[in-house]
């Protein structure tokens, strides 16, 4: 056994179909009295149908979260918390929405009790992220980690197919490279193999009926597990890539993931080799050629976008990209940095035709 850190992070989690019939038990043990209730214009009646059943415990909804936090709509929900005398946000909703719970708890530090209907994971995580004259800003800080968690499979129902595959893909992904993870542990191991298993399981059953409870659960509880796997150890080259790609060519965030996921892992492959055994058996995959094949397959099996062409992204821009992406590398159990600018182009060129990793 190796030398390792494990860090538990203090999160209380609800899990199960039905489970937001608890809410107002955790807002109580949360000791809040006034509740805003976050969510994009998308989910307000969701929003609304949470800030009803809290009655006058809740202060209001802001149902203006949108993808990537700008700093004008963080400032406004701040505004907005302190006017109406919040002294808690419930945010329900994806990645976005959860986005803006945390700019809200930085400045605050009011507490977060996060309703996730997507597969990103960031309920999980200490991680925030502002974006602010175009340029998405990162960083760390425990007061941003919600305090409670309410997964409800029935709430995700009605998220599209489409949005199901590519965000479960996103999930996975936080679980794969969680695999070989400099600073990880055998705890996180753990879970990131149970996490990719449980959605890998889950999507085909998804993609035939979009509301199977039971498939439901499963997805959801592979992002609880993939989400932690993100929230306890760093990430490496695939992120690296999603993060260039996502904010410099302004591509949707689960999609890029997707994508982006096989070519990574193919990359990383003969550098990480236990990681890619505990992908391959948790993906089912044992008689295709590796994991990045699995991977792959799982995407365009379930109908998701395998090539960075068909989501918007330009032949032209790939030489950028590349640039970009081996600039300020992040530690990768295979070495890039600017000298190995000819393979990630390769890498991305590969992502952008959509060839299928062997
Ligand atoms: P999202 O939150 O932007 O949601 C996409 C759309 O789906 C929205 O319109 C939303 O209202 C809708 N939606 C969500 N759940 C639904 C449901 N059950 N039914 C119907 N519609 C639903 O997308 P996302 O992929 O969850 O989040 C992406 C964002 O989260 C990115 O900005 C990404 O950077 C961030 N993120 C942050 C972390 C972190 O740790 N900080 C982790 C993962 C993702």
């Not at 809200?104 to 597969?119: D, F, N, Q, V």
Request: aromatic share 4%; proline share 6%.
């Amino acid at each position: 056994m190796n030398e390792f850190i494990y860090n538990g992070q203090p999160s209380r989690v609800v899990f199960g179909a039905g489970a937001l019939k608890h809410l107002e038990r955790e807002i109580e043990l949360l000791g809040a009295r006034r509740a805003l209730v976050l969510s994009t214009p998308e989910q307000q009646s969701q929003a609304q149908m949470v800030a009803d059943r809290l009655g006058n415990r809740a202060a209001g909804i802001f149902p203006r979260a949108v993808m990537h936090v700008p700093m004008e709509t963080a400032r406004e929900a701040r505004e907005d918390a302190r006017r109406l005398g919040a002294d808690c946000a419930i945010a329900i909703g994806g990645g976005s929405t959860t986005g803006l719970g945390k700019a809200i708890a930085l400045e605050s530090g009011l507490p977060i009790l996060a309703i996730p209907t997507t597969y990103a994971g960031s309920e999980m995580t200490p991680i925030y992220g502002i974006t602010e004259a175009g340029l998405k800003k990162t960083g760390k800080d425990p007061r941003v980690l919600p305090r409670t968690v309410i997964y409800d499979p029935e709430l995700t129902l009605t998220l599209p197919v489409a949005m199901s595959v590519t965000s479960g893909m996103n999930a996975i992904a936080h679980a794969a490279e969680g695999l070989y993870a400099q600073d990880s542990n055998p705890v996180m191991d753990l879970m990131a193999e149970e996490g990719i298993r449980a959605i890998a399981r889950a999507l085909p059953v998804i993609r035939q009926q979009a509301d199977d409870v039971a498939a439901r659960g499963d997805a959801l509880y592979g992002a609880w597990l993939c989400g932690t796997v993100l929230g306890n150890v760093g990430m490496a080259l695939h992120h690296k890539l999603c993060h260039t790609l996502g904010g410099s060519f302004n591509l949707p965030h689960a999609e890029v993931h997707t994508i982006v996921l096989p070519h990574a892992i193919a990359f990383n492959s003969e550098a990480a080799p236990q990681a890619m055994d505990r992908m391959v058996r948790a993906l089912g995959a044992t008689n295709r050629a590796s994991a990045a094949a699995g991977l792959f397959d799982l995407a365009s099996d379930n109908g998701a976008p395998v090539a960075l062409k068909d989501i918007g992204m330009q032949a032209a821009d790939l030489d950028h990209a590349a640039d970009l992406a081996v600039r300020n590398p992040y530690w990768n159990p295979r070495r890039f940095g600017p000298a190995q600018h000819g393979e990630i182009r390769l890498l991305l060129q590969r992502a952008y035709e959509g060839v299928r990793p062997d």
